[in-house]
């Protein structure tokens, strides 16, 4: 912050004011921000020089925080001097974030100059896994790489070819070279993350998530934790807190007492997976009051396909529907709730008083949590929108809006042909509803011959560590003839990479481009992150060929990356793949990404040409100056938009007044939605946008569910979880582990670059309700022994009383490990002696916890934590969900005081039990096809839609039109 005399800040297009200090002279202001018209040359005195007075000049550069999916605006100060990335600060100028940031942003310039990343392409040596690795110039490992690519591709094994993403950085640009290449092998961590909320959100509207509108809001239900440790964290913080200045009410479901939690008027804390009981009883005291919005459900909710699957002999009359909804809903009880929760009823009952008092100003979330913890935890998503639905918050000032109206995704204007293969081993016949891809279930897929992979990329991902059921991954890893070619896409090392092949260096956020958009409030923005480095040396003239020139060691970005590699995949342009790839101003050339970005921004991101022009500035450079554009913002209840005449052009209404389009079999489904379908003709004759579901309304009779195998889950309802209350033993020391919450201030793998976030957070305790653990006779920091289905692991215990009795809770992002000889980050990894049996046993232990190290960063001989973590995701057998295909995270695990000879850290695992358990919970699914021979419904969002003949089993005659 600077406190020099100056005029308002003006330039940045969403620049907030200047907040006046308490006790400055008048005629000094603080400023919150640089303003833009200094960002080219802005002075501050060196911090480190204090008292002297030594001034530095920078450029301040904007770029986006790559650290979690918000992506927040920030500043790099780049040193003039010798063009250094000093800090990174706010971005101003951004909507989202507005100028702040969560400790994770600034951490970036930790991960930029850290002395443990990895700088140059290397090429394992000696056997997978062995944790030799020698350098390789990127020439001979893109060579060796694209011929193995194009093999598979010219010998049509296009599912061999595998892309699995962990934090994806960006919004479409991965999915359009996959598409080049005409594979279907687009993979991500979604059912470790969130298909159990996307599930929910998916089959009431369309749309995979919620964007509420916090700031307006009168009542913030909220059941997550993560809102503020994690998921857009720092840019729905500030809103919800806005929210409560004006007066809005906060209620959170969590089993702990999170950060969120400590905000709220009203903290529930309910036995995992009993939330939908207890939101279906909010429901129904809506319905029994009739504190609901009539008109909205009568238009917009298909209340006449509840009354003909549900009541088929009742008159189809709105009133009636009513009735039957009321009777219907009227069993979940306040009083069924609170036993299934084990909360007092006055919770509930005061939980049911406090949304009836929003209106249709009910601003609701949900993301991982419940939803990612249960056995049918989408029904938790699903009955936490019904609450929406029935006050009729949705779309409206202060409620809840589907994700797709507050988020913007530019497609390039040329966009390769669909494909026209199906990868079971993404979308297997099993699970025609998983809301992403298998994931998780892939080392038993290669396990079982459903084929094997040629290349697997592993992108900012670490597989064996962040997935349940590690070892399984290391065997299947480790074996060259399920996954032929393993490429490590990563800018650190990670306990996946050691198992790789090639290992390839890729850059942080201020060493890459890409474009970012998402839901933080009623906005939609488009924001662009950029190697700073290389836009400092561009404004200077110096000349550079590509981001290797620019970024730190051999760093690419990967769009650069992705270009060399589908241009030697296909050198000749024989396969058609090489022209999406080529300059349009120098043909026969690659294109840059400055010409990619300059066509992008000119032609697919509306309202940017005129904006940049009013300024006299190209698109691009207006991007590069400010980072960011806000396309539309306050923008509410789009699905009453009316159809545009050329909408409307050539669609007819079917018996349900969905207005389609003729669509061949040869067309791929939008990113989500139906092919075709363009919106709903109403009663009334208005022809308005409406849903992206099948009917084009708000399904509260889903008939998706029920006509792929599922109709008694066809409405909103509750879903006994794997672990209730009833199948928990208490009495037997059984517990309910919650392993899938977060710290605010620690990221994923890459926390492990990032000196100061290991600094504020370098403990991994199990949290332990203080009544449970003097009942065990445990103390805080005593070892113990927490057992699961496949095995066991060691732990510190916690006692505490921000946790509920009956569960134990260990955060996700600790319990890092290296071997001995191996590569690492020695910031917050320990080493280990990992052993496994002939027949599958599996031990981990830790033989040195973290420790100083010496280096370049002379902070690194100052660590003076020790504590590496449990890696506990290595004890969980998979356990995905049937019908949204999540991993249900929560565990039944049995509590002991640790054995003799166990050690902190201690993993035991036999795989052969995990095999058992993933045949169990296999069973429980019911496959696919679902109506007409369909694989999955069209309208369900996929990152790459093939064409639609892929979407059938036998596939139909290419070029027949829609029924
Ligand atoms: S919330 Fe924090 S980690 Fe996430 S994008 Fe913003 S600054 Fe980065």
Redesign the pocket.
């Known amino acids: 912050m600077t406190a020099e005399p100056t005029a308002e800040p003006t330039a940045g297009p969403t620049n907030r004011p200047p907040v006046p200090m308490p006790g400055a002279r008048t005629h000094e202001k603080l400023r919150n921000f640089p303003p833009p018209e200094e960002w080219d040359a802005h002075v501050e005195y060196d911090a480190k020089a204090h008292p002297r007075k030594v001034p530095h000049t920078y450029s301040l550069i904007p770029t986006i ?1 790559f ?2 999916e ?3 605006g920030l500043l790099a100060y780049v040193d003039h001097e010798d063009l250094s990335i000093r800090k990174f600060e706010g971005n101003p100028a951004h909507p989202g ?1 507005r100028g702040r ?2 400790a ?2 600034p951490a970036t310039i930790n991960q930029v100059h850290d002395p443990e990343r990895i700088l140059h392409p290397l090429r394992r040596v000696g056997e997978r896994g062995s944790g030799q690795f020698e350098r390789v110039s990127w020439d001979e490992a893109v060579r060796d790489i694209a011929g193995r690519i194009r093999r598979a591709i010219v010998e049509d094994r296009r599912d061999e070819v595998m892309y699995h993403v962990g934090r994806p950085g960006e919004d479409g640009f991965a999915e359009r070279v996959l598409q080049a290449w005409g594979v279907d092998g687009h993979n991500s961590h979604t059912n470790v993350c969130s298909s159990g909320g996307r599930s929910g959100y998916t089959h009431w509207m369309g749309y995979d998530r919620p964007s509420p509108d916090y700031a307006n809001s009168r009542v913030m239900l909220l059941l997550s934790s993560h809102l503020e440790t994690g998921h857009y ?2 840019p729905h913080a500030q809103r919800i807190m806005e929210a409560k200045q004006n007066g809005a009410k906060l209620v959170v479901l969590d089993l702990r007492l999170s950060n969120t939690a400590s905000h709220a008027d009203l903290w529930i804390s309910p036995w995992p997976g009993s939330e939908a009981a207890i939101f279906l009883a909010v429901a129904a005291y809506l319905l029994r009051t009739r504190t609901i919005d009539v008109a909205f459900l009568r238009r917009w909710v298909n209340w006449d396909v509840y009354l003909e699957r549900l009541h088929p002999d009742a008159p189809k009359d709105f009133e009636v529907f009513l009735e039957k909804l009321t009777e219907d809903y009227a069993k979940y009880t306040f009083e069924f709730a609170a036993q299934e929760a084990h909360v007092p009823v006055a919770q509930i009952e005061q939980l049911a008083r406090i949304v009836a008092q929003a209106g249709n100003r009910l601003a609701t979330h949900t993301w991982r949590s419940a939803a990612a913890g249960n056995l049918g935890g989408w029904q938790i998503t699903r009955s936490l929108f019904f609450l929406n639905v029935l006050t009729g918050s949705v779309g409206t000032v202060g409620g809840t809006h589907p994700n797709g109206w507050d988020k913007f995704i530019p497609h390039f204007p040329e966009m390769p042909e669909p494909n026209d293969v199906w990868s079971e081993k993404l979308w297997p016949s099993e699970y025609p509803l998983t809301t992403n891809e298998m994931s998780i279930l892939l080392p038993h897929f290669l396990k079982d011959g459903r084929g094997t992979l040629e290349v697997y990329f592993s992108r900012v991902y670490n597989p064996l560590w962040v997935n349940p059921d590690g070892f399984t991954w290391i065997d299947v890893l480790k074996d060259e003839s399920r996954i032929g070619l393993h490429v490590a896409l990563t800018p650190t090392w990670s306990e996946s990479a050691t198992f790789a092949d090639y290992v390839l260096p890729m850059g942080h956020a201020s060493e890459r481009h890409d474009t970012m958009s998402f839901e933080t409030h009623t906005s939609k923005w488009i924001a662009f992150r950029q190697p700073v480095t290389r836009v400092a040396m561009a404004k200077r003239g110096i000349p550079f060929q590509d981001t290797r020139d620019t970024n730190p060691g051999e760093v690419w970005e990967e769009n650069e990356f992705w270009f060399e590699l589908s241009w030697q995949i296909d050198p000749d342009g024989s396969l058609g793949i090489r022209q999406y790839f080529e300059s349009k101003e120098r043909p026969g050339e690659k294109m840059t990404q400055d010409e990619y970005y300059d066509i992008l921004f000119a032609r697919s991101v509306p309202g940017l040409p005129q904006a940049a022009s009013d300024q006299g500035m190209t698109p691009l450079e207006y991007m590069r100056k400010y980072g960011v554009f806000e396309i539309a913002k306050d923008v509410y209840r789009l699905d009453e938009r009316p159809l545009t005449a050329a909408e409307l052009d050539g669609a007819v209404a079917d018996e349900k007044g969905v207005l389609r389009k003729p669509v061949t079999l040869d067309t791929a489904p939008p990113l989500v939605g139906e092919a075709g379908a363009v919106g709903l003709e109403h009663e009334d004759g208005s022809r308005t946008a409406g849903w992206l579901s099948p009917s084009r309304k708000l399904e509260l009779y889903s008939t998706t569910l029920a006509d792929w195998g599922w109709p008694e889950q066809a409405t909103p309802g509750y879903i006994e979880s794997h672990v209730s209350a009833r199948r928990i033993d208490r009495a037997n020391d059984e517990f309910v582990l919650m392993p899938n919450f977060r710290l605010p201030t620690l990221i994923h793998t890459r926390s492990g670059n990032a000196k100061f976030l290991n600094e504020i957070a370098n403990t991994h305790p199990l949290w332990f309700n203080k009544k449970d653990a003097t009942t065990m006779g445990i103390s805080t920091g005593d070892l113990v022994r927490v057992t699961t289905e496949i095995g066991h692991f060691v732990a510190r215990a916690w006692a505490t009383e921000a946790i509920r009795p009956g569960v134990v809770g260990m955060s996700h992002h600790m319990g890092r490990w290296t071997q001995d000889g191996h590569p690492g980050s020695r910031w917050v990894m320990g080493k280990v002696n990992l052993n496994r049996s002939e027949d599958g046993i599996w031990k981990l232990r830790y033989i040195e916890g973290v420790k100083p190290f010496t280096s370049e960063d002379p902070d690194s001989e100052r660590i003076y934590w020790d504590d590496p973590g449990v890696h506990q995701n290595l004890a969980f057998p998979v356990q995905p969900d049937p019908v949204s295909g999540m991993h249900c995270w929560h565990q039944k695990v049995k509590i002991e005081k640790a054995h003799p000879g166990d050690q902190y850290g201690d993993v035991e695992v036999d795989v052969t039990k995990s095999r058992e358990v993933y045949r169990r919970w296999l069973a429980m699914t019911r496959p696919g096809p679902g109506p007409d021979g369909q694989r999955r419904p069209e309208f369900m969002m996929r990152h790459v839609t093939p064409k639609r003949s892929a979407y059938r089993v036998a596939a139909a005659t290419a070029g027949e039109t829609r029924a």
């Open positions: 925080c650290n979690c918000s992506s927040c974030s940031n969560c994770k942003g964290f720092n």
